[in-house]
């Protein structure tokens, strides 16, 4: 286990669970918690693991997605004392969530060791609590009712399990809790230039529809108003080239194949 801080949180490293919980074991290497999980995860391509470090993958996607997210959760109306960064990957993450949000607390989560080392230095430039855990998904070594939100960006749809991935943010997350979910649909991962520069599986993509569902089915709420549907020029098959050059703007909400969901889920029980 990593806390960096400038100001550290007493109350953060008793969220995290006793050893055995989850499908993985969980050991140390150094001052790091390690959790050895089952598998269920397909590892990005060299491509993939660099560009989702770069400042592009920042400004146009991370940043974007959580402006679109805070925007939504303002429905919601619940504060998030504790995030749990699930898949956090390089850290890029953790400033404009912390920005966005103003956290008491940080814990990114996230299956590859390679990454984490980058995490590791953004979590000590953040100047705020931060724990990093090198982890699966599918099996959080969090406490039942942790955590006040889970930010999964990008992540969701690498994983083969998604529905024992549901299951665990349900369990982390304390009753009213939220899930901020961004992901990319069926229709952008199997367009041509992200099956030849990334890699995930097959079976575990989904339309925005059925997103929607499979959230739903695993016990959150999600109110049509913390749904949206970002159609932006990277998504799209042209790169956006029909309206720059042309004027042409892209079909409405309801005329397209969704490239992008972004929602805001919640726990029932507060």
Same mark, same amino acid.
């Given at each position: 286990?990593?806390?960096?801080?400038?100001?550290?949180?007493?109350?953060?490293?008793?969220?995290?669970?006793?050893?055995?919980?989850?499908?993985?074991?969980?050991?140390?290497?150094?001052?790091?918690?390690?959790?050895?999980?089952?598998?269920?995860?397909?590892?990005?391509?060299?491509?993939?693991?660099?560009?989702?470090?770069?400042?592009?993958?920042?400004?146009?996607?991370?940043?974007?997605?959580?402006?679109?997210?805070?925007?939504?959760?303002?429905?919601?109306?619940?504060?998030?004392?504790?995030?749990?960064?699930?898949?956090?990957?390089?850290?890029?993450?953790?400033?404009?969530?912390?920005? @966005?949000?103003?956290?008491?607390?940080?814990?990114?989560?996230?299956?590859?060791?390679?990454?984490?080392?980058?995490?590791?230095?953004?979590?000590?430039?953040?100047?705020?609590?931060?724990?990093?855990?090198?982890?699966?998904? @599918?099996?959080?070594?969090?406490?039942?009712?942790?955590?006040?939100?889970?930010?999964?960006?990008?992540?969701?749809?690498?994983?083969?399990?998604?529905?024992?991935?549901?299951?665990?943010?349900?369990?982390?997350?304390?009753?009213?809790?939220?899930?901020?979910?961004?992901?990319?649909?069926?229709?952008?991962?199997?367009?041509?230039?992200?099956?030849?520069?990334?890699?995930?599986?097959?079976?575990?993509?989904?339309? @925005?529809?059925?997103?929607?569902?499979?959230?739903?089915?695993?016990?959150?709420?999600?109110?049509?108003?913390?749904?949206?549907?970002?159609?932006?020029?990277?998504?799209?098959?042209?790169?956006?080239?029909?309206?720059?050059?042309?004027?042409?703007?892209?079909?409405?909400?309801?005329?397209?194949?969704?490239?992008?969901?972004?929602?805001?889920?919640?726990?029932?029980?507060?």
């Amino acid at each position: 286990m990593v806390v960096t801080s400038s100001d550290p949180n007493p109350d953060f490293a008793p969220r995290l669970a006793s050893a055995g919980l989850g499908a993985g074991a969980m050991t140390r290497r150094g001052d790091e918690l390690v959790m050895h999980p089952d598998d269920g995860f397909v590892p990005e391509t060299r491509f993939g693991r660099w560009f989702l470090n770069t400042e592009i993958w920042s400004y146009y996607v991370v940043n974007e997605a959580i402006r679109d997210l805070q925007r939504l959760a303002g429905g919601v109306g619940y504060r998030f004392d504790i995030i749990a960064d699930v898949g956090c990957g390089h850290g890029r993450s953790f400033a404009p969530l912390m920005q @966005a949000f103003n956290p008491g607390g940080l814990i990114g989560i996230d299956r590859e060791a390679v990454v984490l080392r980058n995490a590791r230095a953004r979590a000590a430039a953040s100047g705020r609590t931060v724990m990093l855990i090198e982890g699966d998904c @599918a099996a959080l070594p969090l406490a039942e009712a942790s955590v006040d939100a889970v930010f999964c960006h990008q992540t969701f749809h690498h994983l083969a399990d998604q529905s024992r991935a549901l299951r665990e943010f349900h369990r982390i997350l304390r009753p009213g809790g939220v899930l901020m979910l961004a992901e990319s649909t069926r229709a952008y991962i199997e367009s041509w230039v992200i099956r030849l520069l990334f890699r995930h599986p097959a079976h575990s993509q989904r339309s @925005a529809a059925e997103y929607v569902s499979m959230v739903r089915k695993h016990g959150f709420a999600v109110p049509s108003s913390c749904v949206s549907y970002p159609y932006t020029w990277w998504s799209r098959t042209d790169i956006g080239l029909r309206e720059a050059i042309l004027g042409t703007p892209p079909p409405p909400h309801g005329q397209r194949r969704e490239t992008l969901i972004n929602l805001v889920a919640v726990k029932p029980g507060a």
